[in-house]
């Protein structure tokens, strides 16, 4: 288990969900882990559990200050930045009725801005290492709409995942975005529509929800040099919803 031996990985959101998946299998595959939530109990709980190969830092992915803090460090604990995992987030059911400008820029900023934050915060440390893989993680409403608010800011994921795959390809820079669909996590499980997502989850063409592993497999190919000549790409995984 050493696809990712000796990097240096930056996961966002990972106390949870999906971001907890992807910790967990990066510290196995040999990478040193810094993740980030604003979840504190959580976060420290798995990172006692995970042990030396991995550091939790308490972030709010809105903050740019804080953004600085958790690169540099992440550059004294365990070197330059060679990964990032664009993956916190939040999700959203109001209408484009009940929804107000408040709701509004609170999805922008935590769904939408940290992703360009967290780019540009670890450019430079990337250049250090000669190179890197950002992954954002985006949503099946990245390929088609959904919920107003939601399906806007993973639209704009993949937007800004092409923009800055051209700027910075020449550095040996890689990034891609991912797009699932249905995946059994707390954002799914402990939301207020549990009930309609379990009835959709009905009409999937294979028929379930995936597993957060599952989309690891994805995050952990673009993460690693095996996937050293995609970048600007968007990469589904959605059990074939977006085929529909
Ligand atoms: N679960 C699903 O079906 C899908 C989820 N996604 C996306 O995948 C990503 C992960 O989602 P899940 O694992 O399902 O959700 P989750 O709710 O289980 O985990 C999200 C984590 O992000 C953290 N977080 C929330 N706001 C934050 C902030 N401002 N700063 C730092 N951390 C913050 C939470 O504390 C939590 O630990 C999100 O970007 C979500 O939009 C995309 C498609 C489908
Ligand atoms: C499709 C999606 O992004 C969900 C369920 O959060």
Excluded: C
């Excluded at 288990?1 to 930056?10: F, N, S």
């Excluded at 510290?27 to 810094?34: C, R, T, Y």
């Excluded at 559990?49 to 939790?56: T, V, Y």
């Amino acid at each position: 288990m050493t696809r990712l031996l000796d990097k240096v990985a930056i996961v966002t959101g990972g106390a949870s969900g999906m971001g907890e998946a992807h910790v967990r299998r990066f510290v196995e595959e040999g990478a040193k882990v810094v993740f980030t939530d604003i979840n504190q109990d959580a976060g420290s709980k798995m990172a006692e559990e995970l042990g030396e190969n991995s550091l939790f830092v308490k972030h709010d992915v809105t903050d740019e200050a804080g953004w600085q803090a958790v690169v540099e460090k992440t550059e004294a604990v365990f070197g330059p930045v060679n990964i990032l995992v664009n993956n916190a987030g939040i999700s959203m059911s109001k209408s484009i009725f009940d929804m107000s400008l408040e709701d509004y820029k609170k999805i922008v900023n935590i769904n939408q801005v940290s992703v360009f934050l967290g780019m540009k915060s670890v450019l430079p440390s990337m250049q250090k290492a000669e190179g890197g893989s950002i992954v954002n993680i985006s949503s099946m409403n990245g390929i088609v709409g959904g919920a107003v608010g939601y399906t806007d800011t993973k639209f704009a994921v993949r937007g800004m995942t092409k923009a800055a795959a051209l700027q910075v390809g020449h550095l040996g820079i890689r990034v891609n975005s991912v797009h699932p669909g249905v995946i059994e996590t707390p954002m799914v499980t402990q939301g207020d529509a549990v009930e309609q997502i379990k009835e959709f989850a009905k009409s999937i063409p294979m028929r379930r929800m995936a597993q957060s592993e599952e989309v690891t497999n994805m995050v952990l190919f673009l993460a690693s040099d095996e996937s050293s000549y995609s970048t600007g790409s968007e990469f589904v995984i959605d059990g074939g919803l977006t085929a529909m």
